[in-house]
């Protein structure tokens, strides 16, 4: 397994400013993901992080609101711009361990964030 | 639109019976994997059946997947209060050379001691 780490654990943020989540694996992955949870509702992807390329972004999500970074194999960081209450959910980040024929996700533990 | 409906959408039971969830999802898919997620926090892979098995054990986990259905359906037996969480089935569908893994809605599931 991979063991991941998220900061900040939780935010509250006014409307309109921006907000940087971290995410930091233990070992070097080639795929990491981003989703965003919103209350009560299931995971939706936003976005697939490969270093040294940009991200790949899924249907309604654009990089100008959900900047990605990924400089190298171990660390990511998502960007929620200009965040209104819509915004708020859970984000979760989350590697791709490839191994004996099967594809699995590990998560992070999410950041929580409210919008104000 | 989603790939992966579940139901119920809420489970409840005594501790110690048996809890099915069922998940139904659109396209053809690579595999199936089924999450936990305990109160909001991030979700812990639980099992993962290919698209050419039809039945998987883990423990007190058994799940199905019939492809002619479109379906999958997650048994935990002997349930315990800590089952108590909510449950996720994600479909695998090939994407660019990847895998791209798309959840279902999933149900809540409270066991009552």
């Known amino acids: 397994s991979a063991v991941i780490s998220q900061k900040p654990s939780r935010d509250i943020c006014q409307r309109g400013t921006s907000l940087t989540i971290q995410c930091q694996v233990d070992?070097?992955?080639?795929?990491m993901f981003w989703y965003r949870q919103q209350p009560g509702q299931s995971l939706t992807l936003i976005a697939t992080a490969n270093q040294g390329s940009e991200a790949t972004y899924e249907s309604g999500f654009v990089i100008d609101k959900f900047p990605i970074s990924r400089p190298n194999l171990t660390f990511s960081t998502l960007t929620v711009s200009n965040m209104s209450p819509e915004d708020s959910s859970i984000y979760l980040c989350?590697?791709?361990?490839?191994?004996?024929?099967?594809?699995?996700?590990?998560f992070g533990p999410g950041t929580r964030l409210t919008v104000l | 639109s989603q790939q992966g409906e579940e139901d119920p959408q809420a489970l409840s039971i005594q501790e110690g019976e048996n809890a099915t969830m069922n998940c139904s999802y659109k396209?053809?898919?690579?595999?199936l994997q089924w999450y936990r997620q305990n109160s909001g926090r991030g979700l812990v892979h639980l099992i993962l059946i290919r698209s050419n098995e039809r039945e998987k054990h883990s423990g007190r986990l058994r799940v199905t997947l019939d492809t002619s259905k479109k379906s999958s359906s997650l048994l935990i037996t002997a349930s315990r209060a800590a089952d108590t969480a909510s449950y996720f089935c994600a479909t695998a569908v090939p994407n660019f050379g990847n895998e791209k893994l798309t959840f279902g809605t999933g149900t809540r599931l409270t066991i009552i001691p």
């Open positions: 070992s070097q992955v080639t795929m």
């Open positions: 396209t053809s898919i690579n595999n």
């Open positions: 989350s590697v791709e361990r490839l191994g004996l024929g099967r594809n699995e996700q590990f």
